[in-house]
Nanobody
Framework: QVQLVESGGGLVQAGGSLRLSCAAS????????MGWYRQAPGKQRELVAG???????NYADSVKGRFTISRANAKNTVYLQMNSLKPEDTAVYYC????????????????WGQGTQVTVSS
């Protein structure tokens, strides 16, 4: 059984920093891409940043220059360093593992973490 466990959310003042971590555990063969999404109250879930196993990275325009995504493939872990945080970054942040293939099925599918709250006060 695959689990994605997130950590690192919390309350921070505007201009501050937080670092999110997400570790995928279980009988994992490979993961194509890992990323972070967020959902603010009353809004749709949106992609914040993603990184493939080969290191290709993309960011939402709203976070470029402030957020940095990185990945430790051997640990099936993805990180999101968030600097210069703004009140509009307040949301629940979800970790995503896309195209995760398990040893048992050798089939790929997407998995989600439970979400971690990030609150930026003004």
């Amino acid at each position: 059984q695959v689990q994605l466990v997130e950590s690192g959310g919390g309350l921070v003042q505007a201009g501050g920093s937080l670092r999110l971590s997400c570790a995928a555990s279980g009988s994992i063969f490979s993961i194509n891409a890992m990323g972070w999404y967020r959902q603010a109250p009353g809004k749709q879930r949106e992609l914040v940043a993603g990184i493939t196993s080969g290191g290709y990275i993309n960011y939402a325009d709203s976070v470029k220059g402030r957020f940095t995504i990185s990945r430790a493939n051997a640990k099936n872990t993805v990180y999101l360093q968030m600097n210069s945080l703004k009140p509009e970054d307040t949301a629940v942040y979800y970790c995503n593992a896309a195209g995760l293939i398990t040893m048992s099925t050798m089939l790929g599918r997407d998995y989600w973490g439970q979400g971690t709250q990030v609150t930026v006060s003004s």
